[in-house]
């Protein structure tokens, strides 16, 4: 089955640390995004990709890296620099025309 | 920068009651409009999508749109304790090549048994 798989589903972390999240899709789609969810929060756009080894920063890029080196993965370095990184991470991938989003499971990540 | 407002409820509806959600938006210029459901701790997952003015019906739900009023409105019929949920409204921002989506803050929905 075609979908989204993101790992881990939680993930805890030191201050002080960089953590990646990966995200792979089998879907064949072009576009791929990183959000963040906060609680009571929408989602908030943290970078995205519209085809391999280019990449564009969203809302929120500042403490996080990606990189785009195949189709089928884009993920998702949670920095240091990040100051409050504990959230919902969720990727998607984008079907062209629509313009809907496909939703990975999501990574939960705490920093202790 | 481009807004999607919506009321963050909770919104409590008895079962088989109509639920009504509300959205606006301030970036005149979007096509698409998007409804997203996401279950507490889950991922968002799609209603519908609507891009005309009108009414769009899928099943129990129709989406409303007015593009005059920047506004657009999820109505689910016949309310089951299994759409208690968050939902999210998102519009698709405008400008050429843009595939980017904006995510309102979502409402929460209770349907009381």
């Known amino acids: 089955d075609g979908g989204i798989t993101q790992s881990p589903k939680y993930l805890f972390r030191k201050e002080g640390q960089n953590v990646t999240l990966s995200c792979e899709q089998n879907l064949n789609h072009d576009a791929m995004y990183w959000y963040r969810q906060d609680p009571g929060q929408g989602l908030r756009l943290i970078y995205y990709?519209?085809?391999?080894?280019?990449?564009q920063k969203g809302d929120i890029a500042e403490g996080y890296s990606v990189s785009r080196e195949k189709k089928e993965s884009f993920p998702l370095t949670v920095t240091s620099a990040q100051k409050n990184p504990t959230a919902f991470y969720l990727c998607?991938?984008?079907?062209?025309?629509?313009?809907?989003?496909?939703f990975g499971e999501g990574s939960r990540l705490t920093v202790l | 920068q481009k807004e999607v407002e919506q009321n963050s409820g909770p919104l409590s509806v008895p079962e088989g009651a109509i639920a009504s959600l509300n959205c606006t938006y301030s970036d005149r210029g979007s096509q698409s409009f998007f409804w997203y459901r996401q279950y507490s701790g889950k991922s968002p997952e799609l209603i519908m999508f609507i891009y005309s003015n009108g009414d769009k019906e899928d099943g129990r739900f129709t989406a409303q749109l007015n593009k005059a009023s920047q506004y657009v409105s999820l109505l689910i019929r016949d309310s089951q304790p299994s759409d208690s949920a968050t939902y999210l409204c998102a519009v698709k921002r405008s400008g050429a090549g843009s595939y980017q989506l904006t995510f309102g803050k979502g409402t929460k929905l209770s349907v009381i048994p």
């Open positions: 990709s519209q085809i391999v080894n280019d990449f």
């Open positions: 998607a991938s984008h079907i062209r025309g629509t313009g809907e989003l496909f």
